[in-house]
Structures are given as C-alpha cells and as structure tokens.
C-alpha cells in the first residue's frame, strides 16, 4: 500500500487529534504467545509512518514489561504520538486465570508514579482506569486522577469497560477523553448504554479487540487446536469447543462481504467498526492490536472501506449468533454491571 497516512479524529473534547485507528501493543509483551522484539519495533515505526499516532499499553501487559519495551519507541518519537496506559489491573504471574482489581487512591498514586517510570517520561497523554472496582465510588477514583492532571502527570482521563451509567458519573467529576471497550462485530453489548452515553457527553469510543482477538481475520479456528498453551484466548469461552465451532460458521456473512471488496475478513471487520462513528454519531478510533508491520499495512487499509446498507444489514445478526461470553468472569466488564 502507499504510505497515504490515515485522517484524524479528536480525543474528547479537548484532547489530541489523533490517527481514526490506532495500536493495542499489549501482544508485543504479553498474552498472546511468544513475540519476536525486533519484529515488534518495525511495526511501531510502520505504523507511524501511516498516521497512527495513538499507542496503547497498560501496566498490567507482563507486568509492565509493555511499558519498557515501548519506552525507547515513544522517548524517540515523543512529539508525534501519543501514549495512553492504564492502572487498576493485576495479573499475578503465578495464576494468570485471576484479576485483582484496585481503583484506590494509594493505589492510583503508586500506580502513575510507576508507570512514569517506565515509559521513562514526565507525563501520560491518555491515562485509564483499566478496569472498575465496585467497592470504590467512581467519583473518589476520577478525584484522585483529576488531581494527577492538576499535577501534571497525566494530561487527559480515560475510562475501560465502565456503563454509561459510570461514564456520566464520572464526567460529573473531570472531562473524560475517552472510554475503552470491546467492540467488533462479534461484541457489541456497548450499544446499550455506554455509545450513547458517551455520545451524549462528547467521549470518544476507543474499541479494543475490533478484530475479535483475531478470530475475525479467520486466523485460527479454535484456540484449543491452533494457539500455542500460554496464549490468553484459550481462557476464553467463544475460542474453544463447541463455542468455536459454532462461531467459525459465523465468518462466513464478513467472507462474502470481503470478495466484493476483495479485502480481507478483518479488513471487513475493522470497517464495520469504523463505520459504527457514521452510525452512532460519535468519533471512533479502534485499537487492534499486531505484532507485524504488513498486518498493520493491512489493518490501516481498511479505514477508506465503505460498506454499503446491504452489506451492513448483511452483518447486523452476527453477533446476536455469537456462542459464549467474551470473557470467562463478565463481573469485569461494562456489561456484567449493566
């Protein structure tokens, strides 16, 4: 492809303007089987070249070896990306079937100090509250980070898998930039009530996992079968057994709609999700997440594809079909408090 870069779209109401797609950098470090460190950074540097300018990471992605292993990246070409991490999640390397969940204050506070330290900069573009803990009101959560704006630290607020019933509370405290969830034409739980809260308030919808954590592109057909043991999505229920095999059937509407286009499936389905700011009136900036620069090439191509009524009445029952949860404990999610 040429190195046409992509248009831009705005983080909130007042936050930067940023590539209409951006990079989850979590595989490059974690969850998804063993990564090739040298691959990882020309894909980085491929993917700015073609106008993606958001990355994002989390502290929870090895432990925080995303965040180091992105820092020379980002230290390099600071004044022409933005950096957008999270805090509040926990994996412990001993189990990694559990989450622990934090969203108080000492918390938050040793949680940006860290993460500052090893991105190695002076602040966070986009900082989220990775996941919510109920035990700890949004509002005093979004206090403390509001003081780390004030401070200095961070210069916008993100929110992850929060309701819409949450994303307006916590507006009610600071301006939220942007609220992160999984969207995709396998999960679209989100239309209910965070889109529309969201565009109510001017937030920006930043969809993780567009692409299904792959299953969308047709790249494996069961995780049991064709992921290696320390990949993350054998945990998940829509990957594995009967799930799966019930779920590969679903690809074929995407198929279809892909040899008219002659695209690629996650060409499809990065299109669809692209297409939801049109259809929901608010800005959109999936995430997918690569390893490989042509994957990239591949996945910003699908930002000038233009699906048609047909086409998108075609993939409208999908998800309504789809055979098991996106995660094995939905308690974490916006939709498990819905």
């Known amino acids: 492809m040429t190195d046409r870069t992509i248009p ?37 540097e491929r993917a700015l070249e073609l106008g993606v300018t958001l990355y994002d990471t989390a502290d929870a992605y090895g432990a925080g070896e995303n965040e180091k292993f992105l820092s020379p990246f980002f230290k390099a070409h600071r004044d022409e990306l933005v950096i957008a991490t999270k805090f509040a999640l926990t994996v412990p390397p001993d189990d990694p079937t559990r989450r622990i969940i934090r969203n108080d204050p000492p918390y938050i506070r040793q949680a940006v100090e860290a993460s500052l330290k090893r991105l190695d900069v ?39 898998e929060v309701t819409g019933t949450e994303l307006r509370a916590a507006q009610g405290v600071h301006p939220i930039a942007a ?57 998940q229920p829509r990957f594995t057994g ?5 779920n590969v059937a679903l690809l074929e509407p995407i198929r ?61 029952p999908i998800a309504g079909k789809v055979a098991g949860d996106r995660y094995a404990d939905m308690a974490f999610t916006s939709a498990g408090r819905e």
């Not at 983080?11 to 990564?35: I, K, N």
């Not at 009967?242 to 019930?246: I, T």
């Open 256 to 316: 279809t709609v892909a040899e008219t286009h002659g695209v690629s499936l996650g060409q499809v389905a990065l299109a669809w999700v692209h297409q939801q700011a049109q259809v929901h009136d608010l800005p959109v900036i999936p995430i997918p997440g690569t390893r490989k620069a042509s994957r990239v090439e591949e996945n910003v191509g699908a930002v000038g594809i233009e699906l048609t009524e047909a086409e998108l009445a075609l993939l409208e």
């Open 8 to 44: 831009t779209a705005r983080l909130g109401a007042d936050g930067p303007e940023v590539g209409v797609q951006g990079l989850g950098c979590m595989g490059m470090s974690f969850a998804y089987g063993p990564a090739d460190a040298g691959e990882s950074r020309a894909t980085l």
């Open 122 to 160: 002076d602040v966070i573009d986009l900082y989220y509250m990775h996941r919510r803990d109920v035990n700890v009101p949004i509002e005093e959560t979004v206090g403390v980070m509001a003081e780390l704006v004030r401070e200095g630290k961070v210069k916008h607020l993100g929110l992850s």
């Open 179 to 235: 609220v992160q969830s999984e969207w995709s034409l396998f999960s679209r739980d989100i239309e209910s009530g965070v889109v529309p809260a969201a565009r109510d308030l001017g937030v920006t919808l930043v969809p993780y996992s567009p692409l299904g954590r792959g299953f969308l592109t047709g790249s494996f057909a069961n995780a049991d079968k064709d992921l290696t043991a320390g990949d993350f999505r054998r945990q």
């Open 242 to 246: 009967e799930n799966a095999a019930s």
